[in-house]
């Protein structure tokens, strides 16, 4: 049966399984109609519109 030759560490166990290394940043795309940056396939908030249709009042237009 396989044995252990020595103690693993708290820290070197958790360095181990932590996934925190996989994380990346979020792509983020231009807004066609006002150029603001937002997530893609997502609503932008600055205009309020996506994929060309408008979906609420702008607060700038208030």
Avoid: F
């Avoid at 360095?15 to 066609?32: D, E, H, I, Y």
């Avoid at 940056?37 to 208030?62: I, S």
Wanted: aromatic letters at 6%; glycine letters at 4%; charged letters at 30%.
């Amino acid at each position: 049966m396989a044995v252990p030759k020595s103690k693993i560490s708290k820290q070197r166990r958790n360095k181990r399984r932590s996934s925190v290394w996989k994380l990346k940043a979020p792509t983020l795309v231009l807004c066609p109609k006002c150029g603001a940056y937002k997530l893609p396939h997502r609503l932008c908030k600055a205009c309020m519109t996506y994929d060309g249709r408008e979906y609420a009042k702008a607060e700038a237009a208030k």
